[in-house]
């Protein structure tokens, strides 16, 4: 069984660029999340999709992140314009919304770099 | 709000000693418990939960940790380290099973010496 897939594992940007994310959750999964990971520091979550639904985006800087899940499957997160503060992690991860393992499986994760 | 504190950025143990990692939670509610495993460029990984059934949880990989209330704590052990254990481990609490809103600590980076 394939794991979450996030796309691209490293981008390096200049401030003030537009940069997006890609996840695609295990087949299945109908809950998808983005977090954030600062260095030295656990994630924080950003966005919780149940289907196409935004159930959780309460920290979500909606000033400058979007995000989006069309069919209910693939995501995408988009920062515009990146700040130097973006630079980070952003992990993608999916589980069974009915299901009570409490078990996330993670991507490997997008490091972002902002000049 | 739930919230957790992990007692050491770093622990540093020699190979086949006892492993122990602190997690000290908040909640308002009863809580689920949760640790996760991270190796270095790679996704987070679920070792252990606890969810109000026994207070003892085993885990993958010989890890375990004990629910204590009554010390808010839900330290994580191994009886003997192994070199792959060197990792990042995150205590992480949810108020749901579901584990949709988990919150995470800020982690403990785990070295094993030879």
């Known amino acids: 069984e394939a794991g979450v897939v996030q796309s691209p594992r490293y981008k390096i940007i200049e401030k003030k660029q537009p940069v997006a994310f890609w996840c695609n959750p295990i087949?299945?999964?109908?809950?998808l999340y983005w977090y954030l990971q600062n260095l030295g520091q656990g994630p924080e979550l950003l966005i919780r999709?149940?289907?196409?639904?935004?159930?959780?985006d309460s920290q979500l800087p909606k000033d400058r992140f979007s995000a989006e899940r069309l069919k209910g499957v693939d995501s995408t997160l988009k920062i515009q314009p990146a700040e130097l503060g973006d630079s980070a992690v952003y992990l993608c991860a999916s589980s069974y919304s009915q299901g009570v393992t409490g078990e996330l499986f993670f991507g490997e994760g997008s490091r972002l770099t902002v000049l | 709000a739930q919230s957790v504190t992990q007692l050491g950025s770093h622990v540093s143990v020699s190979e086949g000693a006892l492993v122990l990692l602190r997690c000290n939670y908040s909640?308002?509610?009863?809580?689920?418990l949760f640790w996760y495993v991270q190796y270095p460029n790679q996704g987070l990984q679920l070792l252990l939960k606890?969810?109000?059934?026994?207070?003892l949880v085993k885990g993958i990989n010989g890890f375990e940790a004990e629910f204590k209330k009554s010390e808010t704590s839900f330290h994580l052990t191994k009886p003997s380290a192994h070199m792959s254990d060197a990792a990042e481990y995150f205590c992480?609490?949810?108020?749901?099973?579901?584990?949709?809103?988990?919150?995470f600590g800020e982690g403990t980076q785990l070295t094993v010496n030879p």
């Open positions: 087949s299945g999964h109908n809950t």
């Open positions: 992480a609490v949810s108020k749901e099973t579901s584990g949709s809103r988990l919150t």
């Open positions: 999709y149940e289907n196409e639904e935004a159930v959780d």
């Open positions: 606890y969810t109000s059934a026994a207070t």
């Open positions: 909640s308002s509610v009863p809580p689920y």
